[in-house]
């Protein structure tokens, strides 16, 4: 099935610094969503954004839905050590009325570097 | 009360079984989902039931047969189990309408043996 680029695949960071990853489709979305998953746990809902260019802030958490409506970005400001997870980017396609379903990205594995 | 819950967490099988894992929510959404999550942790929709009908089933083996009792549960039987159905299989919940976000179960880890 379909998947969505996502990058980076792995980052290895030190506490206190700030990440970026982003998603991109070649096809067009009304709906971007980020989730973080943690071991041995569901994925949990950080973000939605539900219109082109829309930026949308939770806590430490930024992210955009891209212009063209085929990319989105995750920011994350000043890294803290319960930040480590998996994050996967997903996009919903407008033209499934009534079929609504979920793209994922391949997901970004983040480690903090003691 | 934990909005998305599926029963068993772990499930430890022989090839060749058949099982069955069970989803349950109290969010009162109208569609439920599930997927399958290998180990490269790619996640894929396998199924998904709006008010007890099945909407959407991702060219997945006829050996899943999911079944929705009511609006509130989706179970997954497994028939004949294969060593490839070793995955972490997780449920999720949508409200329906506008509303996109889907919400995720804590997962059902299966491994054949």
């Known amino acids: 099935g379909q998947q969505l680029n996502q990058s980076p695949q792995s980052m290895f960071i030190q506490e206190g610094e700030d990440v970026s990853m982003n998603c991109t489709s070649s096809?067009?979305?009304?709906?971007w969503l980020w989730y973080k998953q943690d071991p041995g746990e569901g994925p949990v809902l950080l973000i939605a954004?539900?219109?082109?260019?829309e930026l949308t802030s939770n806590g430490r958490l930024t992210a955009q839905f891209g212009i063209t409506r085929k990319d989105s970005f995750l920011n994350i400001s000043a890294s803290i050590p319960s930040d480590v997870g998996i994050y996967f980017c997903?996009?919903?396609?407008?033209?499934?009325?009534?079929?609504?379903?979920?793209?994922f990205g391949t997901g970004t594995r983040l480690t903090i570097i003691p | 009360d934990t909005a998305v819950s599926q029963t068993p967490k772990y499930l430890v099988t022989q090839m060749g079984n058949d099982k069955s894992i069970k989803c349950e929510q109290n969010l009162g959404h109208d569609t439920m989902y599930w997927y399958k999550q290998d180990s490269k942790k790619f996640l894929k929709i396998m199924f998904s039931y709006n008010n007890k009908e099945l909407i959407i089933n991702e060219t997945v083996p006829n050996r899943f047969s999911p079944k929705s009792p009511d609006k509130a549960h989706l179970n997954l039987h497994i028939n004949s189990l294969e060593l490839g159905d070793s995955a972490v299989y997780f449920c999720?919940?949508?409200?329906?309408?506008?509303?996109?976000?889907?919400?995720f179960g804590p997962g059902t880890r299966l491994t054949v043996l």
């Open positions: 997903a996009g919903q396609n407008p033209y499934n009325f009534g079929n609504e379903k979920l793209t």
């Open positions: 954004l539900y219109k082109a260019g």
């Open positions: 096809s067009i979305f009304n709906t």
């Open positions: 999720a919940t949508r409200q329906g309408s506008s509303y996109n976000e889907q919400f």
